[in-house]
């Protein structure tokens, strides 16, 4: 059953917070995502649980953590979970209605935003070309543990990436004399051009380094004389923000994108 979303296409972008404080929530965000990345460090890459398809009692088959993550899915959808629009389900069509009364977001985005889920790339790049850079080769079995690692990880990239949706709603309703033609005209790479905000970019990169730094140091490699070089870190702080800079900033780009060619719908 899908969900049902309320839209008011009247009063989009009325209850949308500032710039300032968008940017604030994405700075707060990195500290999950860093957090949830040296998580899923503790264990190797374990690659049957998300490549190797089993077939199950249904008849169907699934990698054990696909299987996982949609049934986890539907139990956060019963209690609301995707109600809230910042959250975007990987498996859409497995969600149900919430089974309690469900908080009402006051409505923030344009209607069309719930047409923009990017979490099927989002899914492949994770294992196909994340993971593999930042977790040890091998297989310990614990399959498991590392299917709830990488739903950690998935969600909180997820959430950030599609917050691209209330930064572009913000910029849009800032200039909206300097969108509105580029929407009209369907041109995306003018759309890419006005969102762009390099400084910022090369801000975040640099941040997120530093939290991989800071929150994923081995402690007791810290010698008395406090020489950087021999310090170690749970997750290479480099790659940390090499994954900002050649994946979340992109694809958060591109839902920023896709949602302002739907703006005027
Ligand atoms: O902060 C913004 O303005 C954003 O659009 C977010 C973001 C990012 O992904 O961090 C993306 C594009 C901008 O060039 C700068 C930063």
Partial sequence: ??????????????????????????????????????????????SPAF???????????SSLTEFFVREIEIIQAKVGRYENPEENPFFLEN???????????????????????????????????L????VKPGDDGNYPSTATSDLACLQAISRRIH????????????????????????DTEALMKLLMFEKVEEMVKKRVQKKAETF??????????????EKKYKVDPLL?????REWLIPLTKLVEVEYLLRRLD
């Fill in 1 to 46: 059953m899908a969900r049902v979303v309320e839209s008011d296409s009247g009063s989009v972008g009325s209850n949308v917070p500032s710039l300032d404080s968008i940017r604030e929530s994405l700075i707060r965000q990195e500290d999950t995502i860093v957090f949830s990345l040296i998580e899923r460090a503790k264990f190797p890459l374990n």
């Fill in 163 to 186: 917050y691209g949706k209330f930064v572009a709603e913000v910029k849009f309703r800032d200039a909206p004399q300097d969108y509105e033609p580029a929407i009209r005209a369907q």
């Fill in 51 to 61: 490549e190797e398809y089993r077939y199950l009692d249904s008849g169907n088959s």
């Fill in 95 to 129: 969600i149900p209605q919430s089974v309690f009364p469900t908080h009402k977001y006051p409505p923030a985005l344009h209607p069309k935003a719930l047409s923009v889920n990017i979490n099927k790339r989002i899914w492949d790049v994770y294992f196909k070309e």
């Fill in 216 to 229: 994923g140091q081995e402690v007791k490699c810290i010698t008395d004389s406090g020489d950087e070089s």
């Fill in 131 to 134: 993971l593999p850079l930042f």
């Fill in 240 to 244: 940390v923000s090499r994954i900002y």
